[in-house]
C-alpha cells in the first residue's frame, strides 16, 4: 500500500454495554432482595451474575491488551482526490501481532466532511494474521476533509463488556466541485462575449492577430507589411493582405453569496454546492479568458482580479474549496472558550498531548475542583498557543499560505491561529445562522464595488438566492450602477424558491438578467 503509515493506539478500560449495565442493574437488585428476605438462592444467583460480569471483564481487559498490538495503516490507492458524490477508496489494513484472536472487531472512520454512508464495518482477526478493509465514502461537499482516526470497538464474551480505542490518522482529502455539462454553461458565456461596438476609454483587450485566416483584401495604406501576401500579391499583380479572425479576451467576474441562507438545506443540495460547482465550472471553461473571483457575505471575504493561466485557475478553485470550512470570528458561531475545548479535545485524541486543567486552583480538593470544571473543559491556555504555534509554523512551510495571506480570523491573537488551526486540520466550526436584515445589500455593495475599479471586468455574474434582496436597497442600485456603466450583470438564481415578484421587477427595471441554474444543468 503506497503511502501507507502505522499509528499509535490510544484508549481506556474496559466498559459494560447496554446488556452488561442490565446485568449488573439486576444483580445488584437481586443482592439486595436477598440481604432483605434472607433468600440465600437469591444471594446465590446475585453473586453469579456478578462473577460472570467479573470473568467477561477480565476477558475484555485480555483483549484489550491484545488489541495494543494491532498495526493498523490506511491508503488511498486511487488518490485523494475525487469529484463530490464520487466514492473514494480507502483501504485500511490491519495485523494482529498477537496470539490471541479479535474477534467481533468493528472498525469506524472518524472522517470530516459528512461522508455517505456511515463508515462501519465488522470482522474478526486471527492471531499472526491480517484484514484488510475497502471503504467508499461519498463527499456530498466540495472542500479539503481529513480522515481524522478509525475507531476500534471488540466486544467481550456474551457481549456484556467492550473494549474501545482509537487510532490516530492524518490522511487528506481534496473533494472537487462536480463536473457539470458544458452545452447550457457556454451558451451563457456566449452570450457575454467581449464588447466589439463601444469606443472610447473602455478599451477591448486584445489577444494578438490570431491564427484563423478570414480573407484575402487589397492593400490599404497603414497596413502591416507583416500581413502582405506575397505570394498572393505576385499571382494577382496587386498587393493583397491577409485578414485574421480577431481573437478578444472575456474579463468576468464571478460573484458569490456564502451568506447563511446559501448554506441552509441537506449536505451536498444547498444553494452554495451548486453555486460552487457552477463557478467552478465556469472558471474551468473559461481558462483561456480573465476570470476573477469574489466570494461576500456582510462583506467581501476573498477577491481575485481577473486574469487569466492555469496558475490562478488553482487558486480560484481552492478558494471555492474553501468555502466549506470558514473560520472567521465575524462569520462563525462559537465562543473562545468552545473553540479552546475543541481544540484541546482534538490535541488530547490524535496527538496524545493532555492539556486539561481540572480547576485554578490544583491546592483544592477534588470535589471543589470538580465542581468549578464539572465538564473538564478547562485547558492550559499557554500549553494551547503552543501547540497550535508549532504546527501553523510548519504549515505556513508546506504550502497553506492561502490561509495565511487572508485577513486575520479574529482581532485576538490566541483565537485567531486556534481558527487557523481549526480550518487547517479539519474540525468543524459551525456558520452563523443569522445575521443584519441588510447582510445581503451590504455585502453585495461591497463585491460590486471591488468589480468596478480600473481595469475591471465587462461583465458581472452573480450567483446567489436572493433571499435577503430590498427590491429598493442599495443592493439592486450597486447592480443598476454597474450596468450604467456599461457592464453586463447576470444573476444566476441557485435558490430553491422563485423570488418574489417585486424583487424580479426590481432586477428587471436594472437592466439585470436572472437565469435560474435549473437551465444550466444544476
Same mark, same amino acid.
Given at each position: 500500500?503506497?503511502?501507507?503509515?502505522?499509528?499509535?493506539?490510544?484508549?481506556?478500560? %474496559?466498559?459494560?454495554?447496554?446488556?452488561?449495565?442490565?446485568?449488573?442493574? /439486576?444483580?445488584?437488585?437481586?443482592?439486595?432482595?436477598?440481604?432483605?428476605?434472607?433468600?440465600?438462592?437469591?444471594?446465590?444467583?446475585?453473586?453469579?451474575?456478578?462473577?460472570?460480569?467479573?470473568?467477561?471483564?477480565?476477558?475484555?481487559?485480555?483483549?484489550?491488551?491484545?488489541?495494543?498490538?494491532?498495526?493498523?495503516?490506511?491508503?488511498?490507492?486511487?488518490?485523494?482526490?475525487?469529484?463530490?458524490?464520487?466514492?473514494?477508496?480507502?483501504?485500511?489494513?490491519?495485523?494482529?501481532?498477537?496470539?490471541?484472536?479479535?474477534?467481533?472487531?468493528?472498525?469506524?472512520?472518524?472522517?470530516?466532511?459528512?461522508?455517505?454512508?456511515?463508515?462501519?464495518?465488522?470482522?474478526?482477526?486471527?492471531?499472526?494474521?491480517?484484514?484488510?478493509?475497502?471503504?467508499?465514502?461519498?463527499?456530498?461537499?466540495? !472542500?479539503?476533509?481529513?480522515?481524522?482516526?478509525?475507531?476500534?470497538?471488540?466486544?467481550?464474551?456474551?457481549?456484556?463488556?467492550?473494549?474501545?480505542?482509537?487510532?490516530?490518522?492524518?490522511?487528506?482529502?481534496?473533494?472537487?466541485?462536480?463536473?457539470?455539462?458544458?452545452?447550457?454553461?457556454?451558451?451563457?458565456?456566449?452570450?457575454?462575449?467581449?464588447?466589439?461596438?463601444?469606443?472610447?476609454?473602455?478599451?477591448?483587450?486584445?489577444?494578438?492577430?490570431?491564427?484563423?485566416?478570414?480573407?484575402?483584401?487589397?492593400?490599404?495604406?497603414?497596413?502591416?507589411?507583416?500581413?502582405?501576401?506575397?505570394?498572393?500579391?505576385?499571382?494577382? !499583380?496587386?498587393?493583397?493582405?491577409?485578414?485574421?479572425?480577431?481573437?478578444?479576451?472575456?474579463?468576468?467576474?464571478?460573484?458569490?453569496?456564502?451568506?447563511?441562507?446559501?448554506?441552509? !438545506?441537506?449536505?451536498?443540495?444547498?444553494?452554495? #454546492?451548486?453555486?460552487?460547482?457552477?463557478?467552478?465550472?465556469?472558471?474551468?471553461?473559461?481558462?483561456?479568458?480573465?476570470?476573477?473571483?469574489?466570494?461576500?457575505?456582510?462583506?467581501?471575504?476573498? =477577491?481575485?482580479?481577473?486574469?487569466?493561466?492555469?496558475?490562478?485557475?488553482?487558486?480560484?478553485?481552492?478558494?471555492?474549496?474553501?468555502?466549506?470550512?470558514?473560520?472567521?470570528?465575524?462569520?462563525?458561531?462559537?465562543?473562545?472558550?468552545?473553540?479552546?475545548?475543541?481544540? !484541546?479535545?482534538?490535541?488530547?485524541?490524535?496527538?496524545?498531548?493532555?492539556?486539561?486543567?481540572?480547576? #485554578?486552583?490544583?491546592?483544592?480538593?477534588?470535589?471543589?475542583?470538580?465542581?468549578?470544571?464539572?465538564?473538564?473543559?478547562?485547558?492550559?491556555?499557554?500549553?494551547?498557543?503552543?501547540?497550535?504555534?508549532?504546527?501553523?509554523?510548519?504549515?505556513?512551510?508546506?504550502?497553506?499560505?492561502?490561509?495565511?495571506?487572508?485577513?486575520?480570523?479574529?482581532?485576538?491573537?490566541?483565537?485567531?491561529?486556534?481558527?487557523?488551526?481549526?480550518?487547517?486540520? /479539519?474540525?468543524?466550526? %459551525?456558520?452563523?445562522?443569522?445575521?443584519?436584515?441588510?447582510?445581503?445589500?451590504?455585502?453585495?455593495?461591497?463585491?460590486?464595488? =471591488?468589480?468596478?475599479?480600473?481595469?475591471?471586468?465587462?461583465?458581472?455574474?452573480?450567483?446567489?438566492?436572493?433571499?435577503?434582496?430590498?427590491?429598493? /436597497?442599495?443592493?439592486?442600485?450597486?447592480?443598476?450602477?454597474?450596468?450604467?456603466?456599461?457592464?453586463?450583470?447576470?444573476?444566476?438564481?441557485?435558490?430553491?424558491?422563485?423570488?418574489?415578484?417585486?424583487?424580479?421587477?426590481?432586477?428587471?427595471?436594472? =437592466?439585470?438578467?436572472?437565469? %435560474?441554474?435549473?437551465?444550466?444543468?444544476?
Amino acid at each position: 500500500m503506497s503511502g501507507a503509515r502505522t499509528f499509535r493506539m490510544t484508549g481506556g478500560p %474496559p466498559g459494560l454495554t447496554r446488556t452488561g449495565q442490565a446485568m449488573l442493574g /439486576g444483580a445488584v437488585t437481586v443482592l439486595f432482595v436477598a440481604a432483605t428476605t434472607g433468600h440465600s438462592a437469591l444471594a446465590a444467583a446475585g453473586a453469579a451474575q456478578l462473577g460472570l460480569l467479573a470473568a467477561s471483564w477480565l476477558a475484555a481487559r485480555r483483549t484489550r491488551d491484545a488489541a495494543h498490538h494491532l498495526d493498523l495503516s490506511i491508503d488511498t490507492p486511487e488518490g485523494p482526490t475525487r469529484a463530490r458524490g464520487a466514492p473514494l477508496v480507502v483501504d485500511v489494513r490491519l495485523r494482529n501481532r498477537s496470539a490471541r484472536l479479535l474477534p467481533d472487531l468493528r472498525l469506524r472512520l472518524r472522517v470530516a466532511g459528512e461522508p455517505q454512508p456511515a463508515l462501519e464495518a465488522a470482522l474478526h482477526v486471527p492471531p499472526a494474521a491480517q484484514a484488510d478493509l475497502r471503504f467508499a465514502p461519498c463527499f456530498p461537499r466540495a !472542500g479539503h476533509w481529513r480522515v481524522h482516526g478509525v475507531e476500534l470497538t471488540l466486544l467481550g464474551p456474551l457481549g456484556l463488556t467492550r473494549v474501545r480505542a482509537y487510532v490516530p490518522v492524518e490522511h487528506p482529502v481534496q473533494v472537487r466541485p462536480r463536473a457539470l455539462p458544458r452545452g447550457p454553461l457556454l451558451a451563457l458565456l456566449g452570450r457575454h462575449g467581449a464588447t466589439r461596438d463601444r469606443a472610447g476609454r473602455h478599451l477591448n483587450r486584445q489577444a494578438g492577430t490570431g491564427f484563423e485566416l478570414r480573407e484575402l483584401r487589397d492593400y490599404v495604406p497603414g497596413d502591416s507589411l507583416k500581413t502582405v501576401a506575397w505570394k498572393a500579391t505576385a499571382r494577382r !499583380g496587386r498587393p493583397l493582405v491577409r485578414a485574421f479572425e480577431e481573437e478578444s479576451v472575456r474579463r468576468l467576474q464571478l460573484l458569490l453569496d456564502i451568506g447563511p441562507t446559501m448554506r441552509a !438545506g441537506r449536505a451536498g443540495a444547498t444553494p452554495l #454546492d451548486r453555486a460552487i460547482d457552477l463557478c467552478a465550472r465556469l472558471a474551468e471553461l473559461s481558462a483561456q479568458d480573465r476570470v476573477g473571483l469574489t466570494t461576500f457575505d456582510h462583506r467581501v471575504y476573498g =477577491h481575485l482580479k481577473p486574469m487569466g493561466g492555469r496558475a490562478h485557475l488553482q487558486r480560484a478553485l481552492h478558494h471555492l474549496m474553501d468555502l466549506n470550512r470558514v473560520v472567521d470570528d465575524d462569520l462563525t458561531e462559537i465562543a473562545d472558550a468552545e473553540l479552546m475545548a475543541r481544540v !484541546g479535545a482534538f490535541l488530547e485524541a490524535q496527538e496524545g498531548v493532555r492539556l486539561r486543567r481540572a480547576g #485554578d486552583d490544583p491546592m483544592r480538593p477534588r470535589v471543589a475542583r470538580t465542581l468549578v470544571d464539572p465538564l473538564a473543559e478547562i485547558y492550559d491556555v499557554g500549553g494551547l498557543y503552543a501547540q497550535v504555534t508549532r504546527y501553523l509554523s510548519l504549515e505556513r512551510d508546506r504550502g497553506h499560505a492561502a490561509l495565511f495571506a487572508k485577513g486575520r480570523p479574529a482581532r485576538d491573537t490566541l483565537s485567531a491561529r486556534l481558527r487557523l488551526f481549526c480550518a487547517l486540520r /479539519g474540525i468543524p466550526i %459551525p456558520y452563523r445562522l443569522t445575521g443584519p436584515a441588510d447582510a445581503f445589500d451590504r455585502g453585495l455593495i461591497d463585491a460590486v464595488g =471591488h468589480s468596478l475599479g480600473p481595469g475591471g471586468p465587462d461583465h458581472l455574474l452573480l450567483f446567489t438566492d436572493l433571499r435577503g434582496l430590498d427590491p429598493v /436597497g442599495g443592493g439592486v442600485r450597486a447592480l443598476r450602477l454597474a450596468t450604467a456603466r456599461k457592464r453586463r450583470v447576470v444573476v444566476v438564481d441557485v435558490g430553491d424558491r422563485t423570488p418574489s415578484s417585486a424583487v424580479r421587477d426590481a432586477l428587471r427595471a436594472a =437592466h439585470v438578467e436572472r437565469v %435560474p441554474a435549473s437551465a444550466l444543468g444544476n
